[in-house]
């Protein structure tokens, strides 16, 4: 018994830092009802510094912007503005085509749920090149989400939509944005996030930069090793400005964020039960609890170790990993932010001790 202490935090969390070649900047932050938060952090607010990890620091959300993507289509569907039926065709003609992608076979609900067998344009050689290769003179990028989709197009399709098949593509999302913003009548996405999402729970400090590059709060500097075996930093950039990964927040935000949401806060609950039916991924390793769990519309479902379930997307941008959930009752949140120094981690590994962390944290007891 006992429950879970701080100290069962800073152990998990320390486990977590070695998972991730034990140089990375870690912070966690677990919230629950009715009991003061438990916080714990190892490392420094970045290489140089001598100052430790700030308590909540501000960092790029990355996928887990989806989440917030999935929410707003999602309200938009309850309000009759949109249906998750409707194909991408009936919104964006012409978008999805040529290399046999077909809009007319995908619809709104394929986009959220990762079903539409789109390419993921995050995959093109040519945009790994400027990302990865060429950092430094494409730091500022402001592609339009319009022209990272006809990336997408220039690919053929991983398979037809339909036959029960998954695959992960921020495509999907860009999509998904485009159609938000039509149905909305033009709001543009970082609007409809704001308002309805951002404005309304009171998260002071989530935002959304845009083509800004820099975060206006304390935040960890990131670094990684260039192609030339030299530290580049790579804390200011706006690659990720779209709505597949345009999202700023801290730890303290994504569990108000996530308790808000599975609470009924922002959806009707037809619309949430949507969200958390899910199809089987496969592109995480079993969580501790033993069986796979499924991806919802912009959540994914995981089993816990002591029973039900929990919701949470991850987040992972340049040197920078998200890592939010939340229980099924919305009783208890963890987040988990981890931020590079030197390489990339090995994802398998920090998702492993990640989710360990995870159970015990949301199951209310140490291991």
């Not at 430790?52 to 917030?68: H, L």
């Not at 975060?215 to 597949?244: E, I, N, Y």
Request: hydrophobic share 40%; charged share 20%.
């Amino acid at each position: 018994g006992g429950g879970y202490s701080a100290a069962d935090l800073r152990k998990d969390l320390a486990a977590v830092r070695a998972a991730g070649g034990g140089d990375v900047n870690v912070v966690a932050r677990v919230d629950r009802s009715g009991e003061a938060p438990l916080r714990a952090r190892y490392g420094t607010a970045g290489a140089g510094s001598a100052e430790p990890v700030p308590w909540d620091p501000e960092f790029r959300i990355a996928s887990t912007t989806k989440t917030f993507t999935a929410v707003v289509v999602l309200q938009l569907a309850a309000e009759g503005r949109l249906s998750l039926d409707d194909t991408v065709e009936h919104w964006l003609p012409g978008v999805v085509r040529g290399q046999g992608n077909d809009g007319g076979r995908i619809t709104v609900r394929d986009l959220l749920r990762q079903t539409s067998g789109l390419f993921d344009y995050v995959a093109d050689p040519a945009v790994q090149d400027r990302m990865v290769d060429h950092f430094g003179e494409n730091r500022f990028d402001d592609t339009p989400p319009e022209q990272l989709v006809a990336i997408a197009m220039s690919h053929p399709p991983l398979f037809a939509p339909g036959g029960g098949r998954w695959a992960y593509s921020n495509t999907n999302y860009l999509l998904a944005a485009m159609i938000a913003e039509k149905a909305s009548g033009g709001q543009s996405w970082q609007d409809l996030v704001a308002h309805r999402v951002i404005a309304p729970l009171g998260l002071r400090h989530t935002y959304i930069p845009g083509a800004n590059p820099y975060l206006v709060g304390p935040h960890v500097r990131v670094t990684l090793t260039g192609p030339d075996g030299t530290p580049v930093d790579v804390t200011d950039h706006s690659f990720q400005h779209t709505a597949d990964s345009g999202v700023v927040s801290t730890p303290a935000d994504l569990d108000t964020f996530f308790r808000a949401l599975v609470s009924g806060r922002l959806l009707p609950p037809a619309r949430l039960a949507a969200m958390r039916t899910t199809v089987p991924y496969d592109d995480l390793p079993v969580p501790p609890a033993g069986t796979q769990g499924g991806y919802g519309l912009g959540l994914r479902v995981v089993p816990l170790t002591c029973g039900g379930t929990y919701d949470m997307h991850e987040g992972d941008g340049i040197g920078v990993y998200a890592r939010p959930a939340v229980s099924a009752d919305g009783r208890r949140a963890v987040t988990v932010s981890i931020t590079t120094t030197t390489a990339l981690v090995d994802q398998d590994a920090v998702n492993r001790a990640v989710e360990a962390l995870t159970d015990h944290a949301l199951c209310g007891g140490a291991a």
